[in-house]
């Protein structure tokens, strides 16, 4: 596949997705249930510090912001998220990956222990009396730990359809200490003791190569899979133009966890209104989408409202849906009636880097432009710079450069171990803080309890002059500027959380946040009856009836064609729609092809993204004229195309032979962007042709046909995307 193609097929691979604050020498980038611990108030001469501090030990062996993704929309260039572990990796280390390995007197899994006893003892059966009672009741596998009412184990099982060498648990723990096989057989494990409550994101990736060759781990990214055990996901989504722009995670709530009761709709409580719109800036000469959230009764006679602004809009909007938080805390009369503008990133990495640029892009362009527009307050002690991961750095950095705008700051899983290319020592922006005079500034931030172990620390090469500076955890990097402010005196909540790194866990802790900054009133505490109205993204995997609607094949046949997405909120993106089989098929763009469930004539359902519903769409005459996409957020219509007119000008013809039943054939590559509706080819009796205008020099490219990539059959000159796919090459020389 072509290098264009990267960053989408892994867009899910982001929440984050979503950091990268400075890895070690070699590497790139870094990478959130509330748990409410033990209050007290620091008095300070700036006022009263408000911090939360759980009172237990925890260990600070853990992992930092290390994460970055690699998402075709938010993110580029960065470690892939990794999120870490609390506690004790229960794996002893083990000394190659090239093979099975068999430890079995590291077992602390009660029911795996009685199951290896079992085998020995000769019982073959049992084994498969477990996988099926995993089918059946789900994994992992959570059992107590003895004499100990704090923690639990968690055991995470791998079951091996093919030849496995290895296997790696990401997100979670140590990343480099492969998985365990379970004696001879195909079940592989690894066993976490985790504090009860804890809620965390996981995936799995298979037969990677020794871990100190990684690297890095962008290049495993497109290996990561979901747990086929696990009945629960946690969906992430960005773009709500674009249900396909969608990332599953296998997710945990472990008992007791924290309820999330502030990002749920409630029937009774009044909306606000969220607009998209395009913001242009001319301090970093580009464009990005933007969201404006007004609560329920704004209206720009009254007073002046009170601001907040929040970077990753996509993500906040769309899967830590803070519209709804926020009509839930004015509706309680927590937090006063507010303004909230969400800014998306397109180029994440710089701009969140303690960048002085986007620094004054939110204070002279953004704040202004609210205030202008939305009646915004120009009051800084009523306006709030927020974000998470690498966001939450960037909102600290702006308080610091621009506390005559922003009096407030809201930083969750804040990346502060970052520091500049070039410089030794991490927490930059620590130092910084340290070294200025105290500003009006206001700090609630908060960590994961499950954000504290070095993950990395075995992927650092060797010193040649020592062992190397390995930058602290981002649970440490937290708790490290929380003791600077305070000794500031600065006015500082802090808290952390039974999580690991993620929008599954901040979208739950972002309502203390707002509360401790701008609250009329304390939080309430959360009563038995609201736990059960907490947030569930988490979709279960819903089993795929077998009973479906029958659609006649002539009619499915009308819907054979292809569906562009808008192009103003989805690039190039085509849904191409087929029958094979009996069954109707669709191709969205870059991802693969799946079968769609009927469950009317016209109304079908994703058979790999459970939530979302496709429906297509007739005039008057009974022409279908394109189809709806609905994953809960409303209809978004997409227009179905017109047949493709074929390109036959240009000094270069391209033929394809065969493939005579497909719907529409181009040709793509390094000379048109990759982009797949352009260059197209006429149908011919034996084939598809098409001509391009070249200009000299070397290309790759690929046909597509029906939004299936392949190479020129008849060309054998290839190369090598560096993501281990391979492209055709064509050299146009000059006359």
């Not at 909102?395 to 500049?420: C, D, I, R, T, Y």
């Not at 010193?463 to 600077?484: F, H, K, Y």
């Not at 109707?584 to 763009?589: A, D, E, M, N, R």
């Not at 205008?693 to 290839?718: H, I, W």
Request: hydrophobic share 40%; net charge neutral.
């Amino acid at each position: 596949m072509h290098n264009r193609s990267l960053p989408k097929i892994i867009n899910g691979l982001l929440p984050l997705l979503m950091l990268n604050a400075g890895l070690a020498a070699s590497f790139t980038r870094t990478n959130a249930r509330t748990q409410s611990g033990n209050s007290f108030v620091h008095e300070t001469s700036a006022g009263r510090a408000l911090i939360s501090v759980r009172r237990h030990g925890v260990s600070t062996e853990s992992g930092s912001d290390r994460v970055s993704l690699i998402s075709k929309i938010r993110i580029a260039n960065n470690v892939y998220p990794v999120a870490t572990a609390l506690g004790t990796d229960l794996i002893a280390k083990l000394g190659h990956y090239s093979s099975a390995q068999q430890v079995d007197d590291q077992l602390l899994s009660p029911r795996l222990a009685a199951l290896r006893d079992r085998i020995k003892s000769g019982d073959r059966e049992a084994l498969d009396k477990f996988w099926k009672e995993i089918s059946e009741r789900g994994a992992p596998i959570v059992e107590e730990v003895p004499d100990n009412d704090r923690d639990v184990l968690v055991t995470i099982v791998w079951q091996a359809r093919e030849e496995t060498m290895n296997v790696f648990v990401f997100r979670l723990g140590d990343v480099n200490k492969p998985m365990v096989r379970l004696l001879d057989t195909d079940l592989w494990y690894k066993t976490f003791q985790l504090q009860k409550g804890a809620r965390f994101i996981y995936q799995f990736a298979t037969n990677l190569p020794d871990p100190k060759e990684w690297r890095g781990i962008t290049r495993f990214a497109g290996a990561l899979r979901n747990d086929p055990f696990n009945p629960l996901q946690f969906v992430e989504r960005s773009n709500e133009f674009n249900p396909y722009e969608v990332t599953f995670y296998s997710a945990i709530e472990l008992p007791s966890a924290e309820p999330q009761v502030w990002n749920v709709v409630q029937p009774k409580v009044p909306t606000g209104r969220v607009q998209r719109d395009k913001f242009i800036s001319k301090l970093l000469g580009n464009e990005r989408p933007i969201w404006i959230y007004t609560s329920h009764g704004y209206g720009a006679d009254k007073k002046p409202y009170g601001l907040l602004v929040l970077t990753d809009g996509g993500l906040y909007v769309n899967t830590a849906r803070v519209a709804t938080t926020l009509d839930n805390l004015i509706a309680a009369g927590l937090i006063p009636p507010l303004v909230a503008v969400m800014v998306e990133n397109p180029d994440r990495g710089r701009e969140l880097s303690c960048s002085s640029a986007y620094a004054d892009f939110l204070a002279q362009e953004i704040v202004p432009w609210a205030r202008a527009n939305y009646h915004a307050t120009d009051r800084p002690e009523q306006t709030i710079i927020g974000g998470a991961s690498l966001g939450g750095l960037q909102a600290a950095f702006v308080g610091l450069k621009h506390p005559e705008v922003f009096g407030n700051v809201l930083s969750q899983s804040g990346a502060f171990s970052w520091k500049p290319d070039g410089e030794k020592e991490y927490e930059w922006l620590n130092r910084q803080l340290a070294a200025s005079p105290r500003l009006p500034l206001r700090f609630s931030f908060e960590a994961g309890l499950l954000e504290g172990t070095w993950w990395w620390r075995s992927l650092v090469p060797p010193s040649p002059n020592g062992p190397p500076v390995i930058d602290p955890t981002l649970l440490a990097a937290n708790r490290n500027l929380r003791d600077t402010l305070l000794s500031k005196g600065y006015s500082v909540h802090y808290a952390e959380f039974n999580g690991n790194h993620g929008l599954l866990n901040w979208r739950g802790t972002l309502a203390s946040h707002l509360i401790a900054l701008v609250g009329i009133k304390p939080g309430p505490k959360i009563s038995e009856r609201d736990r059960t109205l907490t947030a569930r993204s988490l979709i279960p995997k819903k089993a795929i009836a077998i009973s479906q609607v029958k659609v006649a094949p002539a009619l499915m046949r009308q819907y054979i064609g292809r569906y562009e997405l808008d192009p103003k909120f989805a690039h190039d993106f085509v849904i191409y729609v087929s029958v094979k089989d009996d069954s109707l098929w669709v191709k969205p763009s870059y991802l693969r092809q799946r079968p769609v469930l009927a469950e009317s004539n016209n109304g079908f359902r994703d058979s790999e993204i459970p939530d979302l519903h496709l429906a297509f769409v007739k005039d008057e005459k009974g022409n279908v004229t394109g189809l709806t996409l609905n994953s809960g957020q409303g209809d978004v219509l997409v227009k179905r195309m017109p047949r493709p007119v074929a390109s036959l000008t240009g000094n270069t013809t391209f033929i394809l032979a065969g493939h005579t039943d497909a719907e529409a054939v181009a040709v793509y590559g390094s000379f048109n962007d990759w982009i797949q509706t352009k260059d197209y080819c006429l149908k011919q009796a034996d084939g598809w042709v098409c001509q391009v205008d070249l200009a000299p020099g070397k290309y790759t490219y690929k046909f597509l046909v029906d939004g299936v990539g392949l190479n020129d059959p008849t060309n054998s000159a290839t190369e090598d995307d560096g993501n281990g796919h391979t492209n055709s090459v064509i050299v146009i020389k000059p006359k």
